[in-house]
């Protein structure tokens, strides 16, 4: 059935090109139905490879990909960036780079390791809504590491906060509803 389905996209996509080609100075009578009949044979397939895939993607990964599924875990992620952030100034060196460590190594490798997943099951506005303050948090948190380990560790402790405050706004777009977008 893909192999069908890509065949078809092929096959439309040269149609429409012949149809498009047709437009010169004198048109070919056949060129508008060629073009239309191609752009149909692209669409049709497109869209049913495209659920396709997307099923295919939450059956392998079951519901842990679903809109819900994402927000908690960028709630729980907030937790504990706002928890490292409150006790900045009780951290010394060593302890800051590890729990930063801990945090980029663990939870944010494991969710941002699926990123293309939660494309695929999201769409793209939906994931760029929620996965924005998670990467600039992610880059923040790195960023302190990369200073604590450098000796620097005031401006370090500085960064925790900035951290914190994009994981939220990550966590807060996640309590919002789903956008109302019908995703066939």
């Known amino acids: 059935m893909l192999l069908l ?11 429409a090109t012949l149809g498009a ?10 060129a508008p139905w060629l073009l239309a009949l191609g752009l149909l044979a692209v669409l049709v397939p497109g869209t049913m490879l495209k659920r396709r895939l997307r099923e295919a993607v939450e059956a392998s990964h079951g519901t842990a990909l679903g809109y819900d599924a994402l927000a908690g875990e960028l709630g729980e992620l907030a937790t504990r960036v706002d ?22 190594h663990g939870p944010y490798f494991q969710l941002g390791s699926r990123n293309e997943d939660y494309i695929r099951a999201l769409g793209n506005a939906d994931y760029a809504r929620l996965w924005d ?9 790195a960023r302190a590491w990369s200073m604590a380990t450098d000796g ?26 789903a956008r109302a977008v019908a995703r066939s």
């Open 83 to 104: 928890s490292l952030a409150a006790e900045r100034d009780d951290l010394d060196r060593a302890s800051l780079c590890t729990r930063v460590n801990d945090l980029l």
């Open 21 to 30: 080609a047709g437009f010169a100075e004198d048109i070919e009578p056949a």
């Open 152 to 177: 620097h560790l005031e401006e370090a402790r500085q960064e925790l906060p900035r951290a914190a405050q994009h994981m939220r706004r990550s966590a807060q777009e996640g309590a919002k509803p």
């Open 133 to 141: 303050g998670f990467a600039v948090s992610e880059r923040l948190l």
């Open 5 to 15: 389905l890509r065949l078809m996209m092929v096959a439309g996509f040269c149609a």
